[in-house]
């Protein structure tokens, strides 16, 4: 079972910002949060990742809590192809650092409306 | 451009056919992992591995089996044993180091005649 809860869908006005949240109350302290989208029919593309400080990048922001129990995404300016389902992920280590599989959950549906 | 292919796009299998689905990364990554997809639902990781010439199973194991003979190919072998193997799969691969992310190919969809 995925160790992340997030809203089933959300919608955007084109050119506003995105705000994505995720809850991961148990996760742990050596456990990273990662983020994802997957356009229907193509694989899941990396977004950012983070484990106790916030994270930016060109493509997004990472918002982590002091607790570490929820994140944020932030896309700053969300334009039509940001359309997508974006999946909060907190890696389960599996044989190692290498072997830590991706447990992908619901995720949440993203509209970016005109 | 450095990236991960998979292919080919679309495969069809008949009954108690084996297929073999190809997956390379230029990246130099060390790990690499096939996922599996169904309809609405998330991924399930089927085999991975961390170095050349090693492979351990997944959750999803049966049916399927892999080989790593070079660093940059990890091609899943779809056998007649799996029995629900319409699907979408997914390969991934990441470099080596704590919290490394895994980036993804776009995927082969395989379906039975």
């Known amino acids: 079972d995925a160790k992340t809860t997030q809203p089933t869908s959300m919608d955007c006005a084109e050119g506003r910002a995105a705000n994505l949240p995720c809850n991961h109350s148990?996760?742990?302290?050596?456990?990273?949060v990662y983020w994802y989208r997957q356009i229907h029919s193509q694989g899941p593309q990396y977004i950012i990742h983070?484990?106790?400080n916030n994270e930016t990048n060109e493509m997004a922001s990472l918002i982590i809590t002091e607790d570490r129990k929820s994140s944020t995404l932030i896309l700053p300016h969300a334009t039509l192809r940001d359309t997508a389902v974006y999946y909060c992920?907190?890696?389960?280590?599996?044989?190692?650092?290498?072997?830590?599989?991706?447990?992908f959950g619901q995720g949440t549906e993203l509209s970016v409306k005109p | 451009d450095g990236g991960i292919t998979q292919s080919p796009k679309y495969l069809f299998r008949k009954e108690g056919q084996n297929v073999t689905l190809s997956c390379e990364q230029n990246?130099?990554?060390?790990?690499m992992y096939w996922y599996r997809q169904d309809p609405g639902q998330g991924l399930r990781l089927i085999y991975y591995?961390?170095?050349?010439?090693?492979?351990q199973k997944g959750d999803i194991a049966e049916g399927y089996s892999v080989s790593r003979e070079k660093k940059e190919s990890f091609p899943l072998t779809v056998t007649s044993a799996q029995k629900n193997p319409t699907a979408f799969y997914l390969c991934?691969?990441?470099?080596?180091?704590?919290?490394?992310?895994?980036?993804f190919g776009d995927g082969t969809r395989l379906s039975i005649l």
């Open positions: 991934a691969s990441s470099a080596a180091g704590v919290g490394q992310p895994q980036h």
């Open positions: 148990t996760i742990s302290g050596n456990e990273y």
């Open positions: 983070g484990l106790k």
């Open positions: 992920i907190v890696r389960v280590a599996t044989g190692g650092n290498q072997g830590g599989k991706l447990i």
């Open positions: 990246l130099n990554h060390d790990a």
């Open positions: 591995s961390q170095i050349v010439n090693d492979f």
